[in-house]
């Protein structure tokens, strides 16, 4: 898509909380060259606005949301104050940015469950190994980019080893496999990669592989087991407060869009990086 | 992988496939209190409603007189299934799978259960009656599908699936004709198909899904189980194909659909049913404020049937439809049965309900909203 966005642009805004995400979602999906800000607006409204990335000249656009119960200024504000305090006690490693929802009103004895997974506009965690298991064409794409990879004989040399498997399971964060391959799956590897939770995603000859790897790395997980709290990982310090940002209304509008009393079920939120207090959000 | 976020879902309104349309007959509360209406099942003579405070309560399926009350299970009911007219089974986090004479006024006939009393999740009775499997929830490490032999009458398990899955096994379905054929479903968002003929779980893992969504309801249709339909707990609905794992359509997130204009408010999923004379599969939605919402699923769109509203006031859990016979049971948070049907039948009070609440002394008031509530015409 190159043309150009249309100024002040709505994308069909329910009047509920889930607004704002599916603008984030949408947007990402099919215009994958722009970044974004979010604005604070006078009536409590956010408005993001959409830059082609590496072009200063074209015109922002500007898409309305209603009813977010947090100011978008104020979580500008704490995640400042999270980078703030990264950066004041820097550590060996990145530290990982955590959104943490504190629940009321909901029984997880009897409430219908809370479990899924959400694609963020910016990646959260880039170091996340992704290894294919390609055909001819996927092996190829893969060499490309350097993404680590394997074909169905180098799979069938395995022998279904359950110790090498196992071994395989371990060594990355996720896997990618061809439709055309994922079918023998089961036959060649059995259910070896079903216990580490690394069963792989398909891709198809349409998809371009790497960005289906970031796909992956952009979707984070959650669910709320016993207690009635959960932290998802929403980013790293070493991303821009704006990233930061988008990532948070995203997890905190899908989230939110989930539970049956929408904020009613949100008792507090907050956000902290690995080494440092939380910072309150709401 | 799925974003989960509602794009809108085009959708058209196609009321002919219901018809006579469905109205409201009648309501009952289960118990006073704060309960949940967990799970509705049916056969002619009962109507088996299992709720939040580990109860199971037998029905009259016409008048909703109470005929019995089951107690057993010591901690949530996770699914009941009548199998045949008298025989029901209920599965429990309590670590059981209890089966119950429904003629009689005693405790199980039978009790399913392990060691170490994993939580059940979900569980079914293959085809031939031989076998019944029962999914767990993940404890540690471990995600287990126990087989028993369902003919026997110790408890003792055959065999403990436990290389599958990496979290809860949230549903447990035979093939409806292939006794020897069983898909599982779990949070980790695999359907696993098995061939249990040499009950070995490496080489009898035969396809497998990856839905990359948090499974909450699964099921078989098609005139020969071809197909698989998926609803997940971010409210996608996916359908797949059972022989070789294929995705046929993924439908996104059927929050989408929610359509104004229409009436239509679609906040969750509730479940899939096939009608085997029609070839259709429908989609049972709800709304949060208690709408039940039927849509047609085709192979790639949707068609709202019908919307169901005027019964409920909170979340419906559970609906049973009889296709045939035209009656539709729903239950939800608000503790309230309902009963819907093509009957025009609108009298303030339904008097059948109000001489059954004369003739039982049980603390359980009959409630009926005999006033039939036709649904919204547009």
């Known amino acids: 898509m190159d ?8 994308f069909g805004c329910f009047d509920d909380n889930r607004n704002i995400a599916p603008i984030y979602s949408t947007l990402f999906t099919v215009w994958p060259q722009y970044g974004t800000t979010v604005q604070q607006n006078r009536d ?11 072009d200063s000249c074209t015109p922002p656009t500007h898409v309305s949301h209603k009813n977010s119960k947090i100011q978008v200024s104020a979580v500008r504000e704490s995640v400042r104050q999270v980078k703030l305090q990264s950066e004041e006690k820097k550590r060996n490693f990145v530290e990982t940015v955590e959104l943490q929802i504190g629940l009321k009103n909901y029984d997880p004895q009897r409430d219908k469950r809370f479990s899924g997974s959400v694609r963020l506009p910016n990646i959260p965690r880039p170091k996340m190994s992704v290894y294919i298991l390609g055909d001819a064409l996927h092996c190829d794409q893969a060499k490309e980019i350097s993404m680590e990879y394997q074909s169905v004989d180098d799979l069938k040399k395995l022998n279904k080893n359950k110790k090498q498997i196992k071994k395989l399971a371990k060594k990355y964060d996720a896997f990618l496999a061809s439709e055309a391959l994922i079918k023998q799956i089961p036959r060649l590897l059995g259910p070896g990669l079903h216990k580490a939770g690394k069963f ?4 198809t000859h349409a998809d371009n592989i790497g960005e289906k790897a970031d796909e992956i790395r952009a979707t984070i997980k959650f669910q709320l087991k016993k207690v009635l709290c959960l932290g998802v990982a929403v980013g790293h310090v070493d991303m821009s407060e704006d990233e930061l940002l988008a990532n948070i209304m995203m997890s905190v509008n899908f989230l939110v869009s989930l539970l049956k009393k929408h904020w009613q079920n949100v008792k507090t939120l907050f956000i902290k990086s690995s080494m440092n207090k939380p910072v309150r959000l709401y | 992988m799925n974003d989960g976020i509602p794009p809108s879902i085009p959708i058209t ?3 002919r496939l219901i018809q006579p349309p469905l109205g409201l007959k009648q309501t009952s509360a289960f118990s006073h209190g704060d309960i949940y209406i967990f799970d509705i099942a049916a056969n002619s003579d009962n109507l088996i409603v299992s709720a939040s405070n580990h109860e199971i309560k037998l029905y009259n399926p016409s008048t909703f007189a109470i005929k019995n009350i089951l107690k057993f299970h010591k901690d949530t009911i996770t699914q009941i299934k009548a199998h045949g007219e008298n025989i029901l089974m209920s599965s429990s986090k309590d670590g059981s799978v209890a089966v119950w004479d429904l003629r009689t006024h005693a405790g199980p006939v039978q009790v399913f259960t392990t060691p170490a009393k994993d939580p059940l999740l979900s569980f079914d009775l293959n085809s031939s009656e031989q076998v019944l499997a029962a999914g767990t929830e993940l404890v540690e490490y471990d995600a287990n599908i126990h087989f028993f032999d369902a003919r026997s009458n110790t408890s003792a398990i055959v065999k403990t ?7 809860d096994i949230t549903n447990i379905k035979f093939h409806p004709t292939n006794p020897a054929r069983l898909m599982t479903g779990s949070v980790d968002g695999l359907i696993c198909q098995f061939d249990l003929t040499d009950m070995d779980e490496e080489e009898g893992l035969m396809v497998v899904s990856n839905t990359g969504a948090s499974i909450n309801r699964i099921g078989y249709f098609g005139p020969n189980a071809e197909y698989i339909y998926c609803l997940s707990h971010m409210e996608t609905l996916s359908l797949w194909n059972s022989e070789d794992a294929d995705a046929i359509h993924q439908f996104g997130d059927i929050r989408g659909v929610s359509n104004p204009a229409m009436g239509l408010t679609l906040d969750y999923g509730i479940d899939c049913q096939y009608e085997p004379e029609s070839g259709r599969l429908f989609l049972l939605a709800g709304s949060n404020e208690g709408n039940i919402n039927i849509l047609h699923v085709k192979a790639d769109s949707l068609q709202l049937c019908q919307v169901l509203n005027g019964g409920h006031s909170e979340i419906v859990r559970s609906t049973f439809w009889d296709q045939k016979r035209g009656i539709l049971y729903s239950g939800g948070e608000d503790a309230k049965l309902g009963l819907w049907n093509s009957d025009p039948v609108t009298t303030t009070t339904s008097p059948l309900a109000a001489s059954a609440s004369s003739r039982h002394s049980s603390p359980l008031q009959l409630k009926s909203e005999g006033k039939s509530s036709r649904s919204s015409p547009y």
């Open chain 1, 3 to 10: 043309e150009p966005l249309q100024r002040s642009q709505h």
């Open chain 1, 44 to 54: 409590s409204t956010a408005t993001l606005e959409l830059q082609r990335k590496g």
């Open chain 1, 200 to 203: 792989p995603t398909p891709v």
């Open chain 2, 13 to 15: 309104f196609e009321p």
């Open chain 2, 161 to 167: 699936y436990s290389e599958s899955h990496s979290d």
